[in-house]
């Protein structure tokens, strides 16, 4: 072992997760990799498509991988959204119930990850008793990201210890850089999502409301701020929500025997 490569072992194999210059096998494969993965994800199904890509690509490039799967990090929980077998799911489900270990720590950090099960030992070692019963020896965790956050990560497990190599690390490196350009649109498209969303439960419950303003401005001959403070002080009073009473109001208008006494 040389003195590099003494000072990764010592470092467990943690670096930070700088694109390097990707050496691919042929002069074509980026090209063809990239038309694997798309060039755009817009929508819940082409992400799930674009997962399963890198996936099975990172199978084929990366000879030392026998299992491989993707953790994501939605809504404050990490979980597997796609895989390669069950023993994948397996090792990952113990990270997550721990709550650490290598892709937890990628996904996290922004770190990649490349330790064996020695290594592994020292930093989490319930994860790395799991991982040896299903004949996992080593591990390389690769961030996926985007602009906006981090997304997961790329999970490879191996059978054989040091399974991975530099250029291993280069190549995993190099399809998460490419999918993480796709993933921006999405991200982009599920932030819109979340908005559009979000204005219209605001309109759904500020529709109402407005309308029954509007009833009573014609009623009683006053100002907006004025039945808006009708409508609140009766809220009070009754100790209902003001737009269950605007609801009420309206219906009461459509169907007079629904009037409130």
Known sequence: MDKEDAHRATQDSVRESDTPHVRWGHPGQEADLRGALGTSVDTDEGLDRALRSLVALSSKAIDGAASCGVTVHVANRMF?????????????????EAGSGPCLHAARTGEVVRVDSVQAERRWPRFADTAREENIHSFLAVPLSTERRRFGSLNLYGEAPSAFTESDVDTAVGLTAMLSEVLGDYDRFDTLRSEVQGLREAMAHRGPIEQAKGILMAVHGVSADEAFQVMVERSQHTNRKVRDLAVELIESVRDPQKRPR
Request: no cysteine; hydrophobic share 35%.
């Open 80 to 96: 597997t959204a796609v895989h390669s077998d069950a023993r994948t799911l397996r090792v990952d489900a113990d990270q997550y």
